[in-house]
T-cell receptor
């Protein structure tokens, strides 16, 4: 059973508007969450993270929100740019240790002019 | 160049053959990981290593073997390749925190 779920396989947004990517998780022991961005034929690159003791973390155009009671996090991109078109993976730090991550299935974001 | 590299980038092999995917990192990170990426599944952990000579199974280890005799190298071997192992394979490394740094990937096709 997937512990980290990204229920929207794809999202299309107009340039300049807000992109909201969602992620749900089932394990309340997760204490750290990360978002990765992946372009075709490249490896995933780290984008932004949030600790479970916070409810918001912001880095430029990217903001991650965490709702622990709902076991839900979201990534907001404002304003969206065509270069943001990529696959976005949500990940949670495995509480069993060893720096392991558990990934969602990914959401493909397309930002069109 | 510094960073994490994978070789080959593309590989086509036949069912039943043994194939080894290479991963090399120059940061001296303690932790290294192998993932496979398949449509609808995201990134699934195959094997991980906490240090040289310390390895353990991840979520989908069947059919794969790893070794880590040196900190900087973490090869992944498919002992007898099957079509279900057609995938994109990513190697990653990390040190203190959970943030992992990924290589560019190897696209493997098993015919």
């Amino acid at each position: 059973d997937q512990q980290v779920k990204q229920n929207s396989p794809s999202l299309s947004v107009q340039e300049g508007r807000i992109s909201i990517l969602n992620c749900d998780y089932t394990n309340s022991m997760f204490d750290y969450f990360l978002w990765y961005k992946k372009y075709p034929a490249e490896g995933p690159t780290f984008l932004i993270s949030i600790s479970s003791i916070k409810d918001k973390n912001e880095d430029g155009r990217f903001t991650v929100f965490l709702n622990k009671s709902a076991k839900h996090l979201s990534l907001h991109i404002v304003p969206s740019q065509p270069g943001d078109s990529a696959v976005y993976f949500c990940a949670a730090s495995d509480p069993s240790g060893y720096n392991k991550l558990i990934f969602g299935a990914g959401t493909r974001l397309a930002v069109h002019p | 160049d510094a960073g994490i590299t994978q070789s080959p980038r593309y590989k086509i092999t036949e069912t039943g053959r043994q194939v080894t995917l290479m991963c090399h990192q120059t940061w001296s990170h303690s932790y290294m990981f192998w993932y496979r990426q398949d449509l609808g599944h995201g990134l699934r952990l195959i094997y991980y290593s906490a240090a040289a000579d310390i390895t353990d199974k991840g979520e989908v280890p069947d059919g794969y073997v790893v070794s880590r005799s040196k900190t900087e190298n973490f090869p992944l071997t498919l002992e007898s390749a099957t079509r279900s192992q057609t995938s994109v394979y990513f190697c990653a490394s990390s040190e203190r925190g959970p943030e992992q740094y990924f290589g560019p990937g190897t696209r493997l096709t098993v015919t």
